[in-house]
Protein backbone atom coordinates (compact mmCIF):
# COMPACT_ATOMS: atom_id res chain seq x y z
CA UNK A 1 0.00 0.00 0.00
CA UNK A 2 2.44 2.39 0.65
CA UNK A 3 4.15 1.66 -2.93
CA UNK A 4 1.17 2.90 -4.25
CA UNK A 5 0.49 5.91 -2.22
CA UNK A 6 4.70 6.58 -3.36
CA UNK A 7 3.43 6.03 -7.19
CA UNK A 8 -0.09 7.72 -7.06
CA UNK A 9 0.80 11.44 -6.43
CA UNK A 10 3.27 11.79 -8.73
CA UNK A 11 1.13 9.97 -11.51
CA UNK A 12 -1.39 12.09 -10.67
CA UNK A 13 1.00 15.62 -10.95
CA UNK A 14 2.07 13.75 -14.37
CA UNK A 15 -1.37 13.91 -15.55
CA UNK A 16 -2.32 17.01 -14.38
CA UNK A 17 0.85 18.48 -16.31
CA UNK A 18 -0.29 16.83 -19.63
CA UNK A 19 -3.59 17.95 -19.29
CA UNK A 20 -2.65 21.80 -18.93
CA UNK A 21 0.25 21.25 -21.34
CA UNK A 22 -2.49 19.79 -23.47
CA UNK A 23 -4.73 22.61 -22.94
CA UNK A 24 -1.43 25.27 -24.48
CA UNK A 25 -1.15 23.06 -27.67
CA UNK A 26 -4.77 22.33 -28.71
CA UNK A 27 -5.74 25.75 -28.02
CA UNK A 28 -7.51 26.01 -31.89
CA UNK A 29 -5.15 29.13 -32.61
CA UNK A 30 -2.78 29.33 -35.67
CA UNK A 31 0.76 29.99 -35.25
CA UNK A 32 3.65 31.74 -37.10
CA UNK A 33 7.42 31.06 -35.97
CA UNK A 34 10.63 30.20 -37.34
CA UNK A 35 12.95 27.12 -37.08
CA UNK A 36 16.84 26.75 -37.60
CA UNK A 37 19.15 23.39 -37.12
CA UNK A 38 21.80 21.62 -38.35
CA UNK A 39 21.39 19.09 -41.41
CA UNK A 40 23.04 16.15 -42.64
CA UNK A 41 22.95 15.56 -46.38
CA UNK A 42 23.38 12.87 -48.93
CA UNK A 43 22.87 10.69 -52.42
CA UNK A 44 21.20 7.92 -52.95
CA UNK A 45 19.67 5.61 -55.75
CA UNK A 46 22.48 4.87 -58.13
CA UNK A 47 24.42 1.31 -57.31
CA UNK A 48 27.48 3.05 -59.41
CA UNK A 49 27.81 5.50 -56.65
CA UNK A 50 30.24 4.21 -53.90
CA UNK A 51 31.83 5.93 -50.68
CA UNK A 52 29.05 8.79 -50.06
CA UNK A 53 29.85 10.88 -47.22
CA UNK A 54 27.48 12.98 -45.64
CA UNK A 55 27.73 16.59 -46.02
CA UNK A 56 26.74 18.59 -43.00
CA UNK A 57 25.14 21.94 -42.97
CA UNK A 58 22.54 24.08 -42.46
CA UNK A 59 18.58 24.48 -42.51
CA UNK A 60 16.40 27.20 -41.57
CA UNK A 61 13.58 29.41 -42.32
CA UNK A 62 9.93 30.58 -41.48
CA UNK A 63 6.70 27.90 -40.76
CA UNK A 64 3.16 28.57 -40.15
CA UNK A 65 0.20 26.09 -38.25
CA UNK A 66 -3.29 25.91 -39.09
CA UNK A 67 -5.00 23.32 -36.31
CA UNK A 68 -7.66 21.33 -37.25
CA UNK A 69 -9.73 18.48 -35.52
CA UNK A 70 -9.91 20.27 -32.11
CA UNK A 71 -6.27 21.12 -32.07
CA UNK A 72 -4.80 17.83 -32.39
CA UNK A 73 -4.44 18.05 -36.52
CA UNK A 74 -2.35 21.08 -37.78
CA UNK A 75 -1.70 21.84 -41.81
CA UNK A 76 2.36 23.15 -41.50
CA UNK A 77 3.72 25.11 -44.52
CA UNK A 78 7.02 25.86 -44.16
CA UNK A 79 9.44 28.10 -46.36
CA UNK A 80 13.42 26.83 -45.72
CA UNK A 81 16.90 27.62 -46.90
CA UNK A 82 18.80 23.98 -46.80
CA UNK A 83 21.96 22.88 -47.41
CA UNK A 84 22.31 19.97 -49.53
CA UNK A 85 25.72 17.80 -51.09
CA UNK A 86 27.79 15.03 -50.65
CA UNK A 87 31.72 13.37 -51.60
CA UNK A 88 31.10 10.32 -53.36
CA UNK A 89 33.04 8.10 -56.04
CA UNK A 90 31.82 7.42 -59.58
CA UNK A 91 33.30 4.59 -61.46
CA UNK A 92 36.33 4.98 -58.77
CA UNK A 93 36.68 8.99 -59.36
CA UNK A 94 36.59 11.10 -56.83
CA UNK A 95 33.83 13.81 -57.22
CA UNK A 96 32.20 16.24 -54.53
CA UNK A 97 28.44 18.20 -55.12
CA UNK A 98 27.38 21.32 -52.62
CA UNK A 99 24.54 22.62 -53.34
CA UNK A 100 21.46 24.33 -51.43
CA UNK A 101 17.95 24.87 -52.01
CA UNK A 102 14.40 26.97 -51.36
CA UNK A 103 12.36 24.52 -50.19
CA UNK A 104 8.82 24.44 -49.31
CA UNK A 105 7.68 21.39 -47.23
CA UNK A 106 4.13 21.20 -46.56
CA UNK A 107 2.94 18.40 -43.40
CA UNK A 108 0.37 16.74 -41.98
CA UNK A 109 0.70 17.14 -37.87
CA UNK A 110 -0.53 15.21 -35.64
CA UNK A 111 0.13 15.94 -31.70
CA UNK A 112 0.28 12.64 -29.20
CA UNK A 113 -1.03 13.31 -25.71
CA UNK A 114 -0.68 16.87 -26.73
CA UNK A 115 3.26 17.35 -26.66
CA UNK A 116 4.52 14.75 -29.41
CA UNK A 117 5.12 15.74 -32.86
CA UNK A 118 3.91 13.43 -35.63
CA UNK A 119 4.84 14.58 -39.20
CA UNK A 120 5.01 13.76 -42.61
CA UNK A 121 4.10 15.15 -45.95
CA UNK A 122 5.55 16.46 -49.39
CA UNK A 123 8.43 19.30 -50.45
CA UNK A 124 9.09 20.85 -53.64
CA UNK A 125 12.69 22.76 -53.75
CA UNK A 126 14.12 25.45 -56.09
CA UNK A 127 17.84 25.02 -56.50
CA UNK A 128 19.86 28.25 -54.73
CA UNK A 129 23.39 27.02 -55.50
CA UNK A 130 25.37 24.49 -56.52
CA UNK A 131 28.63 23.86 -57.33
CA UNK A 132 30.89 20.12 -57.93
CA UNK A 133 34.26 18.76 -59.63
CA UNK A 134 35.27 15.24 -61.14
CA UNK A 135 38.60 14.62 -62.91
CA UNK A 136 39.32 18.16 -62.17
CA UNK A 137 36.25 19.35 -64.50
CA UNK A 138 34.03 22.16 -62.37
CA UNK A 139 30.11 21.48 -62.23
CA UNK A 140 28.20 24.42 -61.98
CA UNK A 141 24.39 25.87 -61.22
CA UNK A 142 23.45 25.52 -64.87
CA UNK A 143 24.40 21.86 -64.90
CA UNK A 144 22.28 21.36 -62.07
CA UNK A 145 18.24 20.58 -62.01
CA UNK A 146 16.36 23.37 -60.89
CA UNK A 147 13.73 22.14 -59.45
CA UNK A 148 14.07 18.69 -56.41
CA UNK A 149 10.80 17.49 -55.26
CA UNK A 150 10.07 13.99 -52.84
CA UNK A 151 8.44 13.22 -49.41
CA UNK A 152 9.63 13.95 -45.32
CA UNK A 153 8.47 12.28 -42.01
CA UNK A 154 9.87 13.15 -39.17
CA UNK A 155 8.73 13.27 -35.21
CA UNK A 156 9.76 15.69 -31.91
CA UNK A 157 8.42 17.22 -28.87
CA UNK A 158 6.57 20.57 -28.08
CA UNK A 159 6.25 22.76 -25.19
CA UNK A 160 4.37 25.67 -25.61
CA UNK A 161 5.84 27.82 -28.35
CA UNK A 162 9.27 25.57 -28.44
CA UNK A 163 10.15 22.48 -30.63
CA UNK A 164 12.56 19.93 -31.11
CA UNK A 165 12.05 18.01 -34.08
CA UNK A 166 13.55 15.42 -36.15
CA UNK A 167 13.35 14.70 -39.93
CA UNK A 168 14.08 12.55 -42.87
CA UNK A 169 13.45 13.58 -46.27
CA UNK A 170 14.60 11.65 -49.67
CA UNK A 171 13.97 13.79 -53.32
CA UNK A 172 12.58 11.71 -56.58
CA UNK A 173 14.15 13.77 -59.06
CA UNK A 174 17.86 13.22 -60.18
CA UNK A 175 20.25 16.27 -59.34
CA UNK A 176 21.97 16.36 -62.92
CA UNK A 177 20.66 18.21 -65.95
CA UNK A 178 20.92 16.39 -69.05
CA UNK A 179 23.39 13.45 -70.33
CA UNK A 180 26.61 15.41 -69.66
CA UNK A 181 26.03 15.70 -65.57
CA UNK A 182 24.41 12.51 -65.46
CA UNK A 183 26.97 10.63 -67.15
CA UNK A 184 29.68 11.91 -64.39
CA UNK A 185 27.05 11.55 -61.41
CA UNK A 186 24.42 9.03 -62.38
CA UNK A 187 20.84 8.93 -61.63
CA UNK A 188 21.32 10.42 -58.34
CA UNK A 189 19.03 12.02 -55.68
CA UNK A 190 18.88 14.22 -52.67
CA UNK A 191 18.57 12.69 -49.29
CA UNK A 192 18.94 14.47 -45.95
CA UNK A 193 17.81 14.34 -42.72
CA UNK A 194 17.35 17.59 -39.95
CA UNK A 195 17.44 18.13 -36.11
CA UNK A 196 15.95 21.69 -35.72
CA UNK A 197 14.64 24.23 -32.83
CA UNK A 198 11.30 26.26 -33.69
CA UNK A 199 9.66 28.35 -31.72
CA UNK A 200 6.05 29.36 -32.98
CA UNK A 201 4.13 33.06 -31.80
Same mark, same amino acid.
Given at each position: ????R???????????????????????????????????????????????????????GV??????????????????????????? =??????????????????????????I??H???????????????L???????? =??????G??????????????????????????????L?????D?????????L????
Open positions: MKTINLLLPSILFLVGLCSLNAQMTDGKPRIGFKAGVNGSNFYDDSKATDKKSRIGFTGFAQIPFAKGRMSLRPELLFTTKGSDFK =FSNVKQYVESSYIEFPLSLEYRLLGFNLAGAYAGWLATAKGESALGFEKED =FEAFDYWQAGGGIDFGGLGLHFRISRGLQQIGSGKGSSLVGLKNSAWALTSYGL
